[in-house]
């Protein structure tokens, strides 16, 4: 009959652990390291769909730890002109917050920013890849209503900076 050495026996133990733990590290690192890409190219399809003909970004930062995203070189191109072009976007939520239902921006920032307003024949106004339909035609006043009480979030800004914006108007209404 073979024996086994019990301090064998521990010591396998103990490297195994060591290996799912080395595994676990690598694919969180992995993963982490994979997230600002992910949004990135997400980004990146929504404008596309939006109506844009070429997106370019530069860089990508997002740590769902910490609660931070920031975006640098968007550039958004519609028809051989530029209609979005941002700087930088730099973005800090509150995370403790998030289980209350309560959105809380701690911090935005946004730089060097220029927005393409153009009118369209029928009415409709289009910021950058972002269509608003023609605004209906004047009603009597109404009485307003409360606010819906069913509202799950609660949305906040402590620190809004703004840097060198700009828009380029195209609006024959006018």
Same mark, same amino acid.
């Given at each position: 009959?073979?024996?086994? +050495?019990?301090?064998?026996?521990?010591?396998?133990?103990?490297?195994?652990?060591?290996?799912?733990?080395?595994?676990?590290?690598?694919?969180?690192? &992995?993963?982490?390291? =994979?997230?600002?890409?992910?949004?990135?190219?997400?980004?990146?399809?929504?404008?596309?769909?939006?109506?844009?003909?070429?997106?370019?970004?530069? +860089?990508?930062? $997002?740590?769902?730890?910490?609660?931070?995203?920031?975006?640098?070189?968007? &550039?958004?191109?519609?028809?051989?002109?530029?209609?979005?072009?941002? @700087?930088?976007?730099?973005? !800090?939520?509150?995370?403790?917050?998030? #289980?209350?239902?309560?959105?809380?921006? &701690?911090?935005? =920032?946004? =730089? +060097?920013? $220029?927005?393409?307003? !153009?009118?369209? #024949?029928?009415?409709?106004?289009?910021?950058?890849?972002?269509?608003? #339909?023609?605004? #209906?035609?004047?009603? =009597?006043? &109404?009485?307003? *209503?409360?606010? !819906?009480? *069913?509202?799950?979030?609660?949305? @906040?800004? !402590?620190?809004?900076?703004?840097?060198?914006?700009? $828009?380029?108007?195209?609006?024959?209404?006018?």
């Amino acid at each position: 009959m073979a024996m086994t +050495n019990p301090a064998r026996v521990a010591g396998s133990g103990a490297v195994c652990l060591i290996r799912w733990l080395t595994v676990l590290y690598l694919l969180l690192g &992995s993963l982490l390291i =994979a997230l600002p890409v992910g949004v990135g190219w997400g980004l990146q399809q929504v404008l596309l769909r939006a109506g844009a003909d070429a997106v370019r970004l530069e +860089n990508v930062d $997002f740590n769902p730890l910490l609660g931070t995203l920031s975006l640098d070189g968007l &550039s958004v191109l519609q028809q051989g002109r530029t209609i979005l072009k941002l @700087g930088r976007l730099a973005v !800090d939520v509150r995370l403790r917050e998030l #289980p209350q239902r309560r959105l809380r921006l &701690s911090h935005l =920032a946004v =730089a +060097n920013l $220029f927005v393409a307003v !153009d009118q369209a #024949p029928d009415g409709s106004v289009s910021l950058g890849t972002l269509t608003l #339909p023609p605004a #209906p035609p004047a009603a =009597a006043p &109404s009485a307003t *209503s409360a606010a !819906d009480p *069913s509202s799950p979030w609660e949305v @906040g800004l !402590d620190h809004l900076e703004l840097r060198q914006l700009g $828009f380029g108007l195209d609006l024959p209404g006018l």
